[in-house]
């Protein structure tokens, strides 16, 4: 399987023309020319199921954490809290600034459908980024670490948010799905915002409420985008069109998009609509309900 699946990815080398970049890190280009690209590549692919351990064990600890800091001072780590955010909003930052030329120039020059249900993101500077945005979901999970250790509110959409975007990021890496290219350029951008916000935030800034409110909100537009485009690529799967996305990948990221719309949207009406509203936190990745102080 493995086999077939390199060459696949020899043939999708010469469709990827969307966008020529004027410069490559050398990182960048060897993951596209380098024997050790094809021996990590093929050992993901045949792993790629670790990851469901890895979220099994995240879990375990998240609640194992809170049980050993029940009765202990929380540790405030002010800033080592400011240096992991800004660590990866500049890896948002920089993922987004490399993923969205690629991704912005095959939209405007080959089109929704084909940004879709074709995929050819696996070489060069799109290869390279789209493999670090999936395994950055394994470094993602330290964010809770500091809910745990402060001993914050720890809400059920934070940390199923993070186990299962470790595991459907994963997933998609593994088989291919075109429909990945725009879960990368959404959660880059989002994500650029986001780990900034919350950057600030951790160094006290006074933000306003309207810019939490506003990520929030384009968090919960990326999930309505996803629940699309899996409607989108499921129909035209039944309508007899061709598209590179599993028939059990689409119903598994219609499960998960679905899911992450509707607790967004339970915390954003929580947050922001009722009329008297507590104060709204921030902390390691997703939004924490309200109802801290502010000092903390």
């Not at 670790?50 to 050993?68: E, R, T």
């Not at 990945?180 to 959660?187: D, S």
């Not at 069109?241 to 509707?262: H, K, N, W």
């Amino acid at each position: 399987m493995i086999e077939e699946t390199l060459k696949q990815l020899e043939r999708d080398k010469a469709r990827q023309l969307h966008y020529n970049y004027t410069y490559k890190f050398i990182f960048e280009s060897k993951w596209q020319n380098s024997p050790e690209f094809r021996q990590e590549l093929g050992w993901l692919l045949e792993h790629w199921y670790v990851c469901i351990l890895y979220s099994a064990i995240y879990i375990g600890l998240v609640f194992l954490g809170q049980h050993l800091m029940k009765n202990r001072e929380k540790f405030h780590l002010h800033r080592s809290l400011i240096a992991w955010n800004i660590l990866l909003a500049g890896f948002s930052i920089i993922g987004a600034v490399r993923i969205l030329p690629n991704f912005l120039s095959m939209l405007l020059y080959k089109g929704l459908d084909y940004s879709i249900c074709e995929f050819d993101m696996d070489y060069g500077v799109v290869g390279f980024w789209t493999t670090a945005f999936a395994m950055s979901k394994l470094i993602d999970l330290f964010d809770t670490a500091f809910v745990v250790l402060r001993k914050q509110k720890l809400i059920f959409l934070h940390w199923y948010h993070h186990a299962i975007t470790l595991t459907f990021s994963w997933y998609l890496f593994k088989s291919f799905s075109s429909i990945g290219r725009w879960f990368v350029a959404m959660n880059f951008t989002v994500h650029s915002l986001m780990y900034t916000y919350y950057a600030f935030k951790a160094a006290r800034f006074n933000i306003p409420k309207k810019i939490s409110a506003l990520i929030t909100s384009l968090q919960l537009g990326q999930m309505i985008t996803g629940v699309w485009l899996n409607v989108y690529a499921l129909l035209k799967k039944l309508w007899g069109g061709s598209c590179d996305v599993p028939m059990e990948g689409l119903c598994f990221a219609f499960f998960i998009y679905f899911t992450f719309f509707v607790l967004f949207y339970n915390f954003f009406t929580n947050a922001y609509l009722k009329k008297k509203p507590s104060v709204v936190k921030v902390c390691g990745g997703v939004f924490i309900t309200a109802g801290m102080k502010k000092s903390e």
